[in-house]
């Protein structure tokens, strides 16, 4: 059984680009959150997805917009990337509801 | 609102040392305490987890007891192991909530 799984591994992008990351989630779980782990610090949580919808967003600007498909995968975009963009990103997944969540390897994202 | 602080490391321990990582919570209502490893390289692994007070988590050696009076989730092992070596994070999510609230993070080294 397949944990968590996210691409792609690390990305390197110019100020004011534009990212896409994207995650599938442990087979079984629907719900996946979205976190960013800057360095040295613990992951902060940007938004939560179930059945297709944003359940929950953390403190941050709309440049962060998700998605999720019918089969439950995700994409996290940022638009007009910034330096202070460039951070670990985490995806967990979790079986609905206020379940422990399953974190996957993450992406690392360096803007330049 | 709800936070996590957990001691600054970086914590360094000799093989078969007792270790002890503090954490102390602020937080509404009674939420779920969990303790989570970073391995080099690698998402976050759920290592222990407390849902009321006075429960305690354990796994893989490591013990953490839910205080609710001292608003405390200190992490504790017996004997590390080189192993061990890692980050450490303690972290919370309201009853019902979504997200999940980390501490900064505690990196351990652990020699042989």
């Known amino acids: 059984d397949a944990g968590v799984t996210q691409s792609p591994t690390h990305l390197i992008k110019t100020r004011g680009q534009q990212v896409t990351l994207r995650c599938s989630p442990k087979?079984?779980?629907?719900?996946v959150s979205w976190y960013q782990q800057a360095l040295g610090q613990g992951p902060q949580f940007i938004f939560q997805?179930?059945?297709?919808?944003?359940?929950q967003r953390g403190n941050f600007p709309d440049r962060f917009s998700g998605h999720q498909f019918p089969n439950y995968s995700s994409e996290l975009n940022v638009n007009a990337l910034l330096l202070g963009d460039s951070a670990l990103y985490l995806c967990?997944?979790?079986?609905?509801?206020?379940?422990?969540?399953?974190f996957g390897p993450g992406t690392r994202l360096t803007v330049t | 609102g709800n936070s996590v602080t957990q001691m600054e490391g970086p914590v360094t321990l000799s093989e078969e040392a007792f270790l002890t990582i503090n954490c102390t919570y602020t937080?509404?209502?009674?939420?779920?305490l969990f303790w989570y490893v970073q391995y080099p390289g690698e998402g976050l692994q759920l290592l222990l987890k407390?849902?009321?007070?006075?429960d305690k988590g354990s796994n893989k050696g490591f013990e953490a007891t839910y205080r609710k009076e001292t608003t405390s989730f200190h992490l504790e092992k017996g004997s590390v192991q080189v192993s061990d070596s890692a980050v450490y994070f303690c972290?919370?999510?309201?009853?019902?909530?979504?997200?999940?609230?980390f501490g900064a993070g505690t990196r351990l080294f652990v020699k042989a």
């Open positions: 407390a849902t009321k007070a006075d």
């Open positions: 087979s079984g779980h629907d719900t």
């Open positions: 997805y179930y059945e297709e919808e944003e359940r």
């Open positions: 937080a509404t209502g009674y939420p779920s």
């Open positions: 967990a997944s979790s079986p609905g509801g206020p379940f422990e969540q399953y």
């Open positions: 972290a919370l999510r309201n009853t019902g909530g979504f997200k999940t609230i």
